[in-house]
């Protein structure tokens, strides 16, 4: 079965450079969230978008923005990093009607901030 | 605030012990309930998560997890580790009326010694 795809799997970058992760859901899912796991954190909530429009924020920085595309991919963009930035950023899907808000999990970008 | 907490960080077993992870949450509202599992390296998997319906859930690779709503807890068990099962282990809560994004304990840290 088609699972979540993140690219890249790892980025390493300077400090104060900007960052573009990609997701792509699962085929005919309509919602996409962004997580955000530091070293030895549990996830935490970033963003998400149903349909194309934002539909909850966590805690973004404001250096960071997101979107989701006509075809349902969506990417985080990441600006003027900072060192604490270097975390794994996830990103889930799910279908708004299958009743539970199963989220699908991708493999994850392993973002590094020198 | 929504919060989920999870009473141990580190467990070690050895083979074929039981296992019981505590989770509890915040609130009284409507939730849907998740375990993950994050093997070392790897991103999230669902083990098996709750909706509605018959309170005692079973997942896969022979875990559980029983939802009791007047104590606001999820705990997952197992009846007998396997060496396998070493990972980490991720309650996580769908606040219903605060959107859709799931709010993740800590997270517990399970050793399994074969």
């Known amino acids: 079965a088609a699972g979540v795809i993140q690219s890249p799997r790892h980025l390493i970058k300077e400090k104060r450079e900007t960052a573009t992760l990609k997701c792509y859901p699962i085929p005919r899912h309509d919602t996409v969230y962004w997580y955000q796991q530091g070293p030895g954190q549990d996830p935490q909530f970033l963003i998400s978008?149903?349909?194309?429009?934002?539909?909850d924020k966590g805690s973004i920085p404001d250096r960071f923005s997101a979107q989701q595309f006509s075809d349902y991919h969506s990417e985080l963009n990441m600006s003027s990093l900072e060192l604490g930035d270097s975390a794994l950023y996830f990103c889930?899907?799910?279908?708004?009607?299958?009743?539970?808000?199963?989220?699908?999990f991708g493999p994850g970008t392993r973002l590094t901030v020198l | 605030a929504q919060s989920v907490s999870q009473h141990n960080h580190h467990v070690i077993l050895s083979e074929a012990a039981s296992l019981e992870l505590g989770c509890n949450y915040s609130y009284g509202g409507t939730v849907n309930l998740f375990w993950y599992v994050q093997y070392p390296g790897q991103h999230l998997q669902l083990l098996l998560k709750?909706?509605?319906?018959?309170?005692l859930v079973k997942g896969i690779k022979g875990f559980e997890a029983e939802f009791i709503k007047s104590k606001f807890s999820f705990n997952l068990r197992k009846p007998s580790v396997q060496w396998s099962d070493t990972a980490e282990y991720f309650c996580a809560v769908n606040f219903m009326e605060y959107g859709n994004k799931l709010v993740f304990g800590a997270g517990t840290i399970l050793r399994v010694k074969s």
């Open positions: 709750y909706f509605s319906g018959d309170p």
């Open positions: 978008f149903y349909e194309k429009m934002q539909s």
């Open positions: 889930a899907s799910s279908r708004r009607d299958s009743g539970d808000n199963e989220q699908f």
